[in-house]
């Protein structure tokens, strides 16, 4: 079992930066993949990014290239989505989540979830 504890969102003004936090615990990771994932209200649930923890290959959707960039700190067991530049189009509940597989990392097919922060941009 893996338990995953996302924090760091909040409020912030567009342009602004936010980094979240994801604090995983449970069974080994080394050929696991770490993804960041957004639900706005209404739409569905999107990738955002993901990283492999073994090698620490990253992946980004479109819209967050250049602005946002994840990383993993294997000691602690942790993966970062650092934010910049924030636009209002950002706001969404942003979710961690891990599979114990490197394939279809831009789907929603992952095998953990957190419970997901709330990030607001306003305008």
């Known amino acids: 079992q893996v338990q995953l504890v996302e924090s760091g969102g909040g409020l912030v003004q567009a342009g602004g930066s936010l980094r979240l936090s994801c604090a995983a615990s449970?069974?080994?990771?080394?050929?696991?993949?770490m993804g960041w994932f957004r639900q706005a209200p209404g739409k569905e649930r999107e990738f955002v990014a993901a990283?492999?923890?073994?090698?620490?290959?990253?992946y980004y959707a479109a819209s967050v290239k250049g602005r946002f960039t994840i990383s993993r700190d294997i000691a602690k067991n942790t993966v970062y989505l650092q934010m910049n530049n924030l636009k209002p189009e950002d706001t969404a509940v942003y979710y961690c989540?891990?599979?114990?597989?490197?394939?279809?990392?831009?789907?929603?097919?992952?095998?953990?979830w957190g419970q997901g922060t709330q990030v607001t941009v306003s305008s």
């Open positions: 449970g069974r080994p990771f080394s050929s696991y993949t």
């Open positions: 990283i492999r923890w073994s090698g620490g290959n990253t």
């Open positions: 989540a891990t599979k114990r597989s490197t394939l279809l990392i831009y789907t929603t097919e992952y095998d953990y």
